[in-house]
């Protein structure tokens, strides 16, 4: 549903809330049903028979007993007994305890009786038929009325008010914990160290905090000892790497060129492959966010690629797009999405597309090459997985491209995704949201 809130807490409270309205009116039109309107039924029909007998009384007695048993029907019921003095209009009101009254007077005298209202204080006037006599009998308007609605509805609207702030409270206290789970959660998933987890309150939320605890500073050493593994390991290797440099450099000029040359390459493709791992195993420190103009930055890694052979075309935003974000994270991030492309574009032409606005700007990397099948767009981001249709021999690579860019995204925020390109290829497409800090 469109209009349902979207946190715990909301969606929480919104189900509490519309299963008290659903109740308090069940509840409430049963109350009208079975007890309002019976209620009122019998209080209008006493008070109908009270006045007829009223009538019937001031008929049956001597006229010089008249005043006497009016003044007692005033003191007793309230009830004003006069003669007719003209005819009663014809009134109808839709107030249904005057209903209830009018019916009950109709089934004992026989004949629907007129109630009108006086235009001069709170007095209702009612002519009731005593054999050849009509008496004229006033009482106060205030009798004429019954609210066991009202009354039920405030018992129970006040009721279903209390419970739904008792409710709303016990549901924050329980959401909140889970809340900052959540928001250490996501700390934990951009390799951040959250602060430790309160461990009190009820015993399921603190024994879920105790392992959260755990898990984070589990999650945490993983990561220092797999930094420490993979720097000693690398360092370990740079180092007869270099001897085998020197070694090469020492050559005579009898040896054979194109196999010296062979060495030199696969010592350098050795060294990036070292300096890949140890980006991945360390991704990347905090640094100072900083004003960063992306069309400049692109066209600046597009120039690099250009020397080396790669045709580039930047399409998109004419006008400068400026970020706020750390500079070494998205340099690093577009020149892997880009090198990519090139390595695996057959190649063919790399366009670049920027697209800037308010709320998002996007940065798509297109390429001419195999493409990436559906079942493999996630797949590919795993760190050393390759496409043998599109990772071959001749491309090189060590499968860790896409995954320290899909590790920087998620560091910082931004989402990557590889679409199919119309017309064969892939579009490798960035996002960098735009929130009130980067704007």
């Given at each position: 549903m469109k209009f349902m809130p979207q946190s715990l807490l909301g969606r929480s409270a919104f189900t509490i809330a519309l299963t008290l309205l659903v109740f308090m009116l069940i509840s409430l039109g049963t109350a009208v049903y079975f007890i309002a309107i019976p209620m009122a039924k019998r209080s209008a029909d006493d008070f109908a028979a009270v006045i007829v007998s009223a009538a019937h009384s001031i008929e049956s007695l001597p006229e010089e007993l008249h005043p006497q048993l009016q003044q007692q029907l005033l003191q007793d019921h309230g009830l004003i007994v006069t003669t007719q003095t003209r005819v009663l209009p014809q009134k109808k009101f839709d107030v249904p305890y005057y209903i209830f009254f009018q019916?009950?007077?109709a089934e004992r005298v026989g004949e629907e009786?007129?109630?009108?209202e006086s235009t001069k204080g709170p007095l209702v006037w009612v002519d009731i038929p005593a054999n050849e006599m009509i008496v004229r009998i006033g009482f106060d308007r205030r009798r004429l009325g019954t609210n066991p609605p009202i009354?039920?509805?405030?018992v129970i609207g006040g009721g279903a008010l209390l419970t739904l702030l008792v409710s709303f409270l016990e549901v924050r206290r329980v959401t909140e914990p889970l809340a900052k789970l959540s928001a250490a959660a996501q700390d934990v998933g951009r390799g951040q160290k959250p602060p430790a987890l309160s461990e009190d309150g009820p015993k399921e939320i603190a024994a879920?905090?105790?392992?959260?605890?755990?898990m984070a500073s589990d999650v945490q050493e993983l990561s220092e000892n797999r930094t420490v593994m993979v720097a000693g390991i690398s360092?370990?290797?740079r180092t007869p790497l270099t001897r085998l440099e020197l070694a090469v450099e020492m050559l005579s000029e009898d040896s054979d060129a194109n196999l010296v040359a062979?060495?030199?390459?696969?010592?350098?493709?050795?060294?990036?492959?070292?300096?890949?791992?140890?980006?991945f195993s360390k991704g990347l420190d905090d640094a100072i966010p900083v004003q960063l103009d992306l069309r400049q930055i692109i066209e600046a890694q597009a120039e690099d690629l250009r020397r080396s052979g790669t045709a580039i075309e930047l399409s998109g935003c004419d006008s400068p797009c400026s970020y706020l974000a750390d500079p070494v994270a998205l340099q690093r991030l577009l020149a892997?999405?880009?090198e990519n492309a090139a390595s695996h574009g057959g190649g063919s032409?790399?366009?670049?597309?920027?697209?800037?606005?308010?709320?998002?700007?996007?940065?798509?990397v297109c390429d001419r090459g195999p493409g990436v099948p559906a079942d493999q767009a996630e797949a590919v981001f795993r760190p050393f997985h390759r496409l043998e249709t599109a990772r071959g021999k001749k491309t090189g690579g060590s499968g860790l491209g896409l995954a320290i860019a899909r590790q920087l995204t998620i560091k910082h925020g931004w989402t990557i995704d590889l679409l199919p390109r119309p017309g064969g290829g892939t579009i490798a497409r960035l996002g960098l949201p735009i929130s009130s800090a980067s704007s």
């Open positions: 019916n009950s007077l009786l007129s109630i009108v009354v039920l509805l405030m879920l905090a105790r392992a959260f605890n755990r360092h370990d290797l062979g060495i030199r390459r696969d010592l350098a493709a050795m060294n990036k492959l070292i300096g890949q791992f140890l980006q892997n999405l880009l032409r790399v366009e670049v597309d920027l697209r800037c606005d308010e709320h998002v700007i996007v940065v798509d």
